[in-house]
């Protein structure tokens, strides 16, 4: 069966430290990949968009993998700040085509302690 | 800037209410997607929509219907409210040609008692 799958436990680190969050994903076969922040009572934010012919892609503090051998991307967060406590979320396409469909993990939260 | 408004944030409604959720764009995107948000069940599909008039159904569009008659606007119509529909319930719009990112309305927190 198919199966997006985020870590489902909080993720705690110190102010400072590298955050990564892991997506994996099974019998998909997806052109590209998201990421997404979402804060409590908020709808998600767009962060990254990494595409199968991408090994990584970086946006300030921000680093994506996508590794289409393990089915997997990781999110970095490099010097991590309190102001990155949220929860993140990774979608994947799946064939939709100009529909834009999405498939989205569960999410992780990540919480960034002082 | 973009933006994504959804009518309500907050809604209560009672058992069997027709319940009409509303949702506009300004940033002329072909889709639309209705999703709902429950703990530990993450954002799910209901419908959405590719063009003016065209829908499709989600992974959960059991007790919903939609309508899009405008490119802004997408609605999403609870016939008959039930309990297990209370939810946060949120909007989003894409354009394939700009590269399918999707853009979150600020999501209706309905209850239905």
């Known amino acids: 069966s198919q199966k997006i799958e985020q870590n489902s436990e909080a993720l705690n680190i110190q102010e400072g430290k590298t955050a990564t969050l892991t997506c994996n994903y099974t019998?998909?076969?997806?052109?590209?990949l998201q990421w997404y922040r979402q804060d409590p009572g908020r709808g998600p934010v767009f962060l990254l968009l990494?595409?199968?012919?991408?090994k990584e892609k970086r946006k300030e503090r921000l680093k994506v993998t996508f590794d289409t051998t393990l089915k997997q991307s990781l999110f970095h967060i490099t010097a991590s700040q309190p102001a990155d406590s949220a929860t993140y979320l990774c979608a994947l396409e799946n064939g939709s085509g100009n529909t834009g469909k999405l498939i989205f993990g569960q999410g992780t939260t990540l919480q960034v302690k002082p | 800037d973009v933006k994504v408004t959804q009518s309500s944030r907050y809604l209560v409604k009672r058992t069997g209410e027709k319940v009409f959720l509303e949702c506009v764009q300004d940033?002329?995107?072909?889709?639309m997607f209705w999703y709902r948000q429950d703990p530990g069940l993450g954002l799910r599909l209901i419908y959405f929509?590719?063009?003016?008039?065209?829908?499709e159904k989600g992974d959960i569009p059991e007790g919903y219907s939609v309508s899009r008659e405008k490119k802004e606007r997408f609605s999403l119509i609870l016939e008959s409210a039930s309990t297990n529909q209370t939810s946060m319930y949120l909007c989003?719009?894409?354009?394939?040609?700009?590269?399918?990112?999707?853009?979150f309305g600020p999501g209706t927190r309905l209850t239905v008692l």
């Open positions: 990494i595409r199968e012919n991408e």
């Open positions: 989003a719009s894409s354009d394939p040609a700009r590269g399918n990112e999707q853009f």
């Open positions: 940033m002329d995107h072909e889709n």
């Open positions: 019998n998909y076969s997806p052109a590209y």
């Open positions: 929509s590719y063009d003016v008039k065209m829908k």
